[in-house]
């Protein structure tokens, strides 16, 4: 069969060389050792919290060795398609602060020279060379029906291979003059790459995160280009991988089974084979109805909410918490890294694909606040009143409205035990904002006026009475502490906590107690950051008017 015959009258329209894209795109100028990895997902649904976990891991591989990273959209299955399904990608990157070198930036645009970075608009390039395969002998094109496809699955039942190869691969020996004819005849065909695997030989490659792998060579005919012409996956992703000059395939391990064959068909295509790292995929623990521990399953975009990124926004966990928490599951020596370099962007931690783990991270949301408490415990008061203002703006205008109402006082709020050497780490998610400082505001604080057990009633009376007489709001720290210990002995408490460890029962109760009661009285809780900075924020009359109200509730 003369090839180069058949190819022409295959592709007639391509015109093109696979030398004119070498040319195009040409290898990059990169310093020694830079990597090129990418993102690419199909713009089939939302983001998943996987995919962002796979770019978040790539974006750091080039990042760390002065390389790029890109994002490509492989968009060849037209029917899982989804509207707006591209610009949700990139916006939940943007958001996750994973920066895009290249590649798409919008539903429309592309930066970088190895655009076009949406396959669909790639479809000459595959085409090109789709027919220097079947110059070369390589590939060929397949006129079987569905109905043919379907005998060939039914007659394979209890074959251990199954699909499109050796004598099931009628169309491997069609001449030239029936190809020319079916042409003819208008009947739709597939192009098929002839493979010459064979199922005794073994591939051997090592995978940056799972190590050396050995697998059987691929023996099946895998289509490369559909009936309408557009490439399958395997296809497009080796072309492209290879013209985009991708070092490092840093994808999930869903696609180990097929590395097989983009081996084989970057070798065919006469490309370099690129270095693959295979995420395991983010896993949950599966609990009974007792709350135990039942197994380990992949987070499901059907059962659990946190497998979308939008989530994350939703309830509010900052960016930076996710992709904080995101690194402890990367690299387990993340967490030492961090409790030695508290103060460091997660950004210079120094990632390393070869300490992924090989099987699948769990996911923990219990973590999850952990991390973000202690990632919002280091922001400023300025950063958290602007992430709570963009969050209630989106999710509670009520709050936004009171947030807004006034921006200084705000402000102060979210300044308490803020800064600092030891910040209050209490916050994980902005939807707990509103709960958290509720009793600044008169519109959402509310008080039960409830007292701990070991308080009578009558003695908090007391206490508040008293305290009412000497609090001024104009005292410093010292001032107003000395005032709550000077209440303790006249009323039968002890300012000294160690004396009443000593004696609990020669005393009511210590300077906590008393103060746990002024506590209550002007904020409805036990428990709340610095007391005297929250009564001074709150001012005077409102700190007496609150005062006042709990001695007549209790009365
Ligand atoms: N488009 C493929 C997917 O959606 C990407 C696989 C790869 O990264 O090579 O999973």
């Given at each position: 069969m003369d090839n180069k015959k058949l190819a022409q009258l295959l592709f007639p329209e391509v015109t093109k060389t696979p030398e004119y894209y070498e040319k195009l795109y040409p290898e990059r100028n990169l310093p020694e050792g830079a990597r090129v990895t990418r993102f690419a997902p199909s713009p089939t649904g939302y983001l998943h919290i996987g995919g962002l976990f796979a770019s978040l891991v790539a974006a750091l591989t080039a990042k760390k060795s002065?390389?790029?990273?890109?994002?490509?959209?492989?968009?060849?299955?037209?029917?899982?398609?989804?509207?707006?399904g591209i610009q949700g990608i990139i916006d939940g990157l943007n958001y996750f602060g994973i920066e895009i070198d290249e590649g798409r930036i919008s539903e429309t645009e592309d930066r970088g020279d190895y655009a076009p970075y949406r396959q669909s608009e790639r479809k000459?390039?595959?085409?090109?060379?789709?027919?220097?395969?079947?110059?070369?002998?390589?590939?060929?094109?397949?006129?079987?029906?569905?109905?043919?496809?379907?005998?060939?699955?039914?007659?394979?039942?209890?074959?251990?291979?199954?699909?499109?190869?050796?004598?099931?691969?009628?169309?491997?020996?069609?001449?030239?003059?029936?190809?020319?004819?079916?042409?003819?005849?208008?009947?739709?065909?597939?192009?098929?790459?002839?493979?010459?695997?064979?199922?005794?030989?073994?591939?051997?490659?090592?995978?940056?995160?799972?190590?050396?792998?050995?697998?059987?060579?691929?023996?099946?005919?895998?289509?490369?280009l559909k009936q309408d012409g557009i490439p399958t996956y395997h296809f497009a992703h080796c072309v492209d991988d290879h013209l985009m000059r991708t070092t490092h395939i840093v994808r999930g391990d869903?696609?180990?089974?097929?590395?097989?064959?983009?081996?084989?068909?970057?070798?065919?295509?006469?490309f370099k084979v690129p270095k693959y790292a295979h995420i395991a995929p983010i896993m949950k623990e599966e609990k009974n109805e007792q709350g135990e521990v039942t197994g380990k399953r992949k987070l499901s975009k059907r059962k659990d909410p946190e497998a979308a990124v939008?989530?994350?926004?939703?309830?509010?966990?900052p960016a930076e918490s996710v992709t904080e928490y995101l690194l402890t599951l990367a690299n387990s020596n993340f967490e030492d890294w961090r409790r030695a370099n508290p103060d460091l962007p997660a950004a210079d931690f120094p990632f390393n694909l070869k300490?992924?783990?090989?099987?699948?991270?769990?996911?923990?949301?219990?973590?999850?606040?952990?991390?973000?408490?202690?990632?919002?415990?280091?922001?400023?008061?300025?950063?958290?009143?602007?992430?709570?203002?963009?969050?209630a703006s989106e999710n509670d205008a009520h709050f936004a409205e009171l947030l807004k109402r006034d921006k200084a006082f705000a402000k102060e709020m979210f300044a308490i035990d803020r800064g600092g050497k030891k910040p209050r780490k209490d916050i994980a998610k902005w939807s707990e904002v509103k709960d958290y400082y509720s009793y600044f505001f008169k519109e959402t604080y509310e008080n039960d006026y409830a007292l701990p057990e070991?308080?009578?009633?009558?003695?908090?009376?007391?206490?508040?009475?008293e305290y009412g007489k000497v609090y001024s709001a104009d005292d410093d720290k010292d001032a107003w502490f000395s005032k709550i210990k000077a209440l303790c002995e006249p009323l039968g408490f002890t300012p000294n906590v160690k004396e009443y460890k000593k004696n609990p029962d020669s005393f009511k109760?210590?300077?906590?107690?008393?103060?746990?009661?002024?506590?209550?009285?002007?904020?409805?809780r036990r428990n709340t950051p610095d007391l005297y900075a929250i009564m001074r924020l709150l001012g005077e009359k409102e700190v007496l008017s609150r005062l006042k109200t709990m001695i007549e509730k209790l009365a």
């Open positions: 002065g390389g790029v990273f890109y994002l490509r959209i492989e968009d060849t299955d037209k029917k899982r398609e989804v509207k707006g000459e390039i595959y085409q090109c060379f789709a027919k220097m395969l079947v110059e070369q002998g390589m590939a060929y094109a397949c006129f079987c029906t569905e109905e043919e496809l379907e005998q060939i699955r039914a007659a394979q039942a209890n074959e251990p291979i199954k699909g499109y190869y050796g004598k099931y691969a009628k169309s491997r020996n069609l001449t030239y003059e029936e190809i020319e004819q079916n042409l003819k005849l208008g009947k739709p065909w597939t192009l098929r790459f002839k493979s010459e695997g064979d199922i005794e030989r073994k591939i051997i490659f090592t995978d940056f995160i799972k190590g050396k792998i050995e697998m059987s060579e691929n023996v099946l005919d895998v289509v490369l869903e696609w180990i089974a097929s590395v097989p064959v983009h081996i084989q068909l970057f070798k065919a295509c006469g939008s989530y994350y926004a939703e309830v509010g966990f300490k992924m783990s090989a099987s699948g991270a769990l996911f923990d949301l219990v973590k999850l606040n952990d991390v973000s408490k202690n990632v919002i415990s280091k922001f400023s008061a300025e950063k958290v009143y602007n992430n709570v203002l963009e969050w070991n308080i009578a009633a009558e003695d908090a009376v007391k206490i508040l009475e109760g210590h300077v906590g107690d008393v103060s746990t009661v002024i506590r209550i009285a002007v904020t409805g």
